[in-house]
């Protein structure tokens, strides 16, 4: 989320009432969280396993809840609560506004678009040429939907990303302050779900095809030119390439890179990045080839073992 260059971290920490590390006239244009931070950016780590990857990220300044050396060209906003802090300048940027009406505020869609009834559109929603919304979808605050886009009835788009922090007193969300970005030429099944993105973008490339009942996690970029079949679900902060196809049911951990034109079987659970070009199969997924000689021994198995008796 980008809030301009007229906030500097001395502003921010003082705001916070928190203590500065560093340059306090250093200016915050944006606040993001860590797998999607920009140079300018403010992040927040608030446990010492993950303190390097904070300090040497893109981010330039960091709020976290020990006073650790600087690195150069950055600097350090020392908070006891990080994560609750971060949520404070979230929501102080980007508040929550209520909408009483089908149709928000600062909305530009175009004439040609096509709005079934009972579609719900949010503020600050832009709506391309020939789209097409079935009834019943939702289309969340900031989101972009490019020309010739289907999207089909009961679809959520741009609902809370799914981030919580567990506290003693239970699950404390992480307020969303992203959007959703369709490219042209996307079609996109009923009852699909795709959450805006926690602080950046969750973006569905050119020409994707996505089934019935797929979920897409909060920040997850796909490429151009993909096939979604029906149950797939992805986590957060997947990125996927161009030309990948996922059959029925496969399923995505969080931080997975998927290259170009990888083929991914149905039911098959994704653990760890893939690369591109090669198809895969099983939980967690391998080469398919291997997969198959896995499953082919493993039926042999009982075989061997009845004739060491």
């Known amino acids: 989320?980008?809030?301009?260059?007229?906030?500097?971290?001395?502003?921010?920490?003082?705001?916070?009432?928190?203590?500065?590390?560093?340059?306090?006239?250093?200016?915050?244009?944006?606040?993001?969280?860590?797998?999607?931070?920009?140079?300018?950016?403010?992040?927040?780590?608030?446990?010492?396993?993950?303190?390097?990857?904070?300090?040497?990220?893109?981010?330039?300044?960091?709020?976290?809840?020990?006073?650790?050396?600087?690195?150069?060209?950055?600097?350090?906003?020392?908070?006891?609560?990080?994560?609750?802090?971060?949520?404070?300048l979230t929501k102080k940027f980007h508040p929550y506004r209520p909408q009483m009406t089908m149709t928000g505020e600062n909305c530009i869609i175009a004439d040609s678009a096509h709005l079934s009834p009972n579609c719900f559109i949010g503020q600050d929603v832009e709506i391309g040429e020939n789209v097409i919304i079935h009834p019943g979808a939702y289309i969340g605050d900031g989101t972009i939907i490019e020309e010739n886009v289907i999207i089909g009835p009961n679809v959520v788009?741009?609902?809370?990303?799914?981030?919580?922090?567990?506290?003693?007193?239970?699950?404390?969300?992480?307020?969303s302050c992203g959007y959703v970005h369709i490219e042209k030429n996307v079609e996109i099944g009923a009852l699909c779900t795709i959450d805006a993105g926690v602080s950046a973008i969750t973006r569905i490339g050119e020409g994707t095809k996505i089934d019935n009942h797929v979920h897409i996690g909060h920040d997850t970029v796909?490429?151009?030119?993909?096939?979604?079949?029906?149950?797939?679900?992805?986590?957060?902060c997947v990125n996927v390439g161009e030309r990948v196809t996922l059959w029925g049911q496969v399923g995505c951990a969080s931080d997975i890179t998927i290259g170009d034109q990888a083929i991914v079987l149905a039911q098959s659970g994704i653990a760890k990045s893939l690369e591109g070009g090669k198809t895969y199969f099983g939980s967690p997924c391998t080469e398919v080839k291997q997969a198959y000689r896995e499953m082919a021994a493993l039926r042999r198995l009982p075989g061997m073992l009845d004739q060491m008796k």
Not at 13 to 42: K, M, S, W, Y
Not at 229 to 236: E, F, K, P, R, S
């Open 157 to 175: 788009i741009g609902h809370y990303a799914f981030y919580y922090k567990r506290k003693p007193t239970g699950y404390d969300r992480m307020h």
């Open 1 to 88: 989320m980008k809030i301009g260059n007229t906030h500097t971290v001395g502003e921010i920490a003082a705001f916070l009432g928190c203590t500065v590390v560093g340059n306090p006239d250093q200016l915050v244009t944006g606040i993001n969280e860590i797998h999607r931070v920009e140079p300018g950016d403010l992040v927040f780590v608030d446990h010492p396993k993950y303190y390097d990857k904070a300090l040497n990220s893109a981010a330039t300044t960091i709020l976290i809840d020990a006073e650790v050396q600087c690195p150069e060209g950055k600097s350090l906003i020392v908070s006891q609560s990080p994560f609750d802090d971060y949520n404070r």
């Open 222 to 236: 796909i490429g151009k030119d993909c096939l979604l079949a029906a149950g797939v679900g992805l986590a957060g």
